[in-house]
């Protein structure tokens, strides 16, 4: 195992936030020999602490790939990466695990909620596997951030889809993680549904201090990022800060246009 500690004022790339997850030089290739395919191609990024982030980029831009590398889901082939202050790249399976339950979170596509659980039981499970009792003053925040309340008892069936997703960023956000990471977490949701979720994200982060890493195809999504990175082609070509939907799109639009001459 090693370990590697970022300089928690400047980060890794001379900023002043903190750093809650860093890659360094991160390759990522599937096959070898003619079959060989890159899927990220030397990526170094910060993930600011306190922020969110969103991974945009073409389809097989490698966004994916980048955020479950980053959040210890999928190994490299080299480079490094940092979650906080501990280096992940090499971990044994066991400590790698132990790290995602206790300093991760994540939000999927899929709610991933057990039917059988009501909506606070789904909440507070992971924290039940572990063995940690929740702390009911942040738990009753998380709740309330949430707008669920007067859901808690519901199971999932008894939920809108809407609402399952807000008990899948309740259970991320109950166990205090360091950063949660979600992979196109509106993606299964209509417009209004989606826009309820994106809103807890980033009263998440602004009100609860929460870092968000998420990966998503969709501008109006990305808007309510602090940052977006834009991956083409495995490797990252452009950032941009304070987004707005217009400006988000019309940078997409170049990525196809670029894609069309090339």
């Known amino acids: 195992m090693t370990t590697a500690v970022v300089n928690p004022t400047t980060g890794g790339s001379g900023g002043h936030s903190a750093v809650a997850a860093r890659a360094e030089g991160v390759v990522k290739a599937y096959g070898s020999g003619e079959t060989r395919v890159v899927a990220l191609d030397n990526v ?36 490094r990466i940092w979650i906080g202050s501990t280096e992940i790249t090499g971990l044994k399976d066991k400590k790698l695990t132990k790290l995602r339950r206790d300093h991760i979170g994540f939000i999927f596509q899929a709610f991933n909620l057990l039917p059988t659980l009501n909506a606070i039981e789904n909440i507070t499970l992971p924290m039940d596997i572990a063995g940690r009792k929740a702390d009911t003053e942040w738990l009753d925040r998380v709740v309330t951030t949430v707008g669920l309340a007067d859901r808690l008892k519901h199971r999932p069936n008894q939920l809108s889809g809407g609402q399952q997703q807000r008990v899948a960023v309740a259970r991320a956000l109950a166990a205090r993680p360091e950063i949660i990471f979600g992979d196109e977490p509106t993606g299964n949701l209509d417009s209004r549904a989606g826009a309820e979720v994106l809103g807890f994200l980033r009263r998440s982060v602004d009100e609860l201090g929460q870092t968000i890493v998420m990966v998503t195809h969709d501008p109006v999504a990305a808007a309510y990022a602090d940052r977006i990175v834009f991956l083409a082609d495995g490797r990252i070509v452009d950032e941009m800060r304070e987004p707005t939907a217009d400006r988000v799109l019309d940078r997409m639009r170049g990525f196809d246009a670029q894609g069309r001459t090339s």
Not at 51 to 79: N, R, Y
């Open 44 to 79: 170094s990024v910060d993930i600011e602490r306190g922020g969110f982030t969103a991974i945009m980029g073409p389809s097989g831009s490698g966004k994916s790939t980048l955020m479950h590398c980053l959040a210890g889901l999928d190994t490299v082939s080299s480079g």
